[in-house]
């Protein structure tokens, strides 16, 4: 069956960085472009970073252009997030989403909490 598993939350200094990682399986992830969401408490859930099925283009939320970078290994069928400078507003749950057409996958969602 589909699947995938976000790794990598935690509790990190505003300032400090962490990196998610997003185990696919179950679908032909090569041809999936690869995104990660996050939300927040009472917030609704945001797109934050995407990358195409090839690794080529990708898209961030204008709040964490230059801080984040978002990479995919089509042999691994992984995802990473890589976070640096954080913020107090880059606590959420951070999710990870698999789209081609109509078919979408999301992960079970992991927690980054930024304070100190």
């Known amino acids: 069956q589909v699947q995938l598993v976000e790794s990598g939350g935690g509790l990190v200094q505003p300032g400090g960085s962490l990196r998610l990682s997003c185990a696919a399986s179950?679908?032909?992830?090569?041809?999936?472009?690869m995104s990660w969401y996050r939300q927040a408490p009472g917030k609704e859930r945001e797109l934050v970073a995407a990358?195409?099925?090839?690794?080529?283009?990708?898209n961030y939320a204008d709040s964490v252009k230059g801080r984040f970078t978002i990479s995919r290994d089509n042999v691994k069928k992984t995802v990473l997030l890589q976070m640096n400078s954080l913020k107090p507003e880059d606590t959420a749950v951070y999710y990870c989403?698999?789209?081609?057409?109509?078919?979408?996958?999301w992960g079970q969602g992991t927690q980054v909490t930024v304070s100190s």
């Open positions: 989403n698999a789209q081609r057409a109509l078919f979408k996958y």
């Open positions: 179950g679908f032909a992830f090569s041809i999936y472009a």
């Open positions: 990358i195409s099925s090839g690794g080529g283009p990708t």
